[in-house]
């Protein structure tokens, strides 16, 4: 008599899960029955491994720099290594720079281009032609409410951003006969480590506004709007909500004006009641 074969679970990648948003994401992805292959760079995996495992979810971990292509190279090998179609990609991580771009830093700006918007095409270069090989596959993008938006002190990060939601638009229009999907995820404000990370405390969104949501919740939308195969999902409360969808009849210069209220140095105190 031969022994029943074990159904595999689906595969998914989440980057940048050690924290914040890509961890919730990788949570997601457990609860409803995917095991894992998580990145970051630095941060330690262990904590965010057993987080997972607790959940059903067979875990596996790679510490990579995706800003360099040596680190996503690294990463694809993994997955070829495994042996394993990816089901699912949530290209996540990423991270956010604050302050007038006359006193940023240059270096700090150009690895955030490199990690938010060089890395996420060339993994996306790697991953891509088996799922269309395979006839399916999912895609998450991590972008923001940024993108659609001026964001005064925050230029550089916004329009990567920016770069993401139009490269996840366009990407899904191309796939659109290959059973391959592509979603944007635009979270409002949350809270996580973004604002320190970036330099924005003492800004009202920094300190004030990231309050209004919460990863978990961020990510639950984000995932189910990846399972339903949708575009993108401005997620957050029901402020975000209306924000994203009032921001595509504002004019550029008062969105502008708006969110330089939130973002400026010291905004937080001026913004006082």
Do not use: C
């Not at 995917?34 to 067979?58: C, K, N, Q, Y």
């Not at 990370?197 to 990846?226: D, H, I």
Request: proline fraction near 5%.
């Amino acid at each position: 008599m031969d022994l029943e074969r074990p159904i595999m679970r689906p595969l998914a990648l989440v980057t940048g899960a050690s924290s914040g948003i890509g961890l919730e994401l990788a949570r997601q992805f457990a609860m409803n029955g995917f095991d894992l292959l998580i990145t970051a760079r630095d941060s330690d995996l262990e904590e965010p491994r057993d987080i997972l495992m607790a959940l059903g979810a067979d875990v596996s971990t790679i510490h990579a720099d995706l800003s360099r292509w040596s680190g996503v190279e690294t990463l694809y090998a993994r997955i070829q290594k495994m042996d394993r179609p990816l089901e699912a990609v949530a290209i996540n991580a990423g991270f956010g720079s604050g302050g007038p771009f006359w006193e940023t830093d240059l270096r700090n700006e150009l690895e955030l281009i490199r990690l938010n918007v060089m890395s996420s095409i060339h993994l996306t270069k790697r991953i891509l032609p088996a799922m269309i090989e395979a006839g399916s596959g999912r895609i998450l993008f991590t972008s923001s409410i940024s993108a659609v938006m001026p964001v005064p002190f925050e230029a550089v990060y916004a329009a990567s951003k920016a770069f993401l939601f139009s490269f996840a638009e366009s990407l899904r229009n191309e796939l659109k006969e290959t059973g391959v999907t592509v979603t944007a995820l635009l979270p409002g404000p949350t809270d996580t480590n973004f604002f320190r990370r970036a330099g924005l405390s003492g800004t009202k969104v920094g300190e004030k506004m990231k309050f209004e949501n919460t990863p978990e919740e961020v990510a639950r939308q984000g995932f189910m709007a990846l399972m339903k195969g949708k575009d993108h999902v401005m997620a957050g409360n029901l402020k975000t909500k209306v924000t994203g969808a009032a921001y595509k009849i504002i004019p550029e210069w008062a969105k502008a004006y708006v969110h330089r209220n939130m973002s400026a140095p010291g905004s937080a105190e001026e913004n006082a009641s």
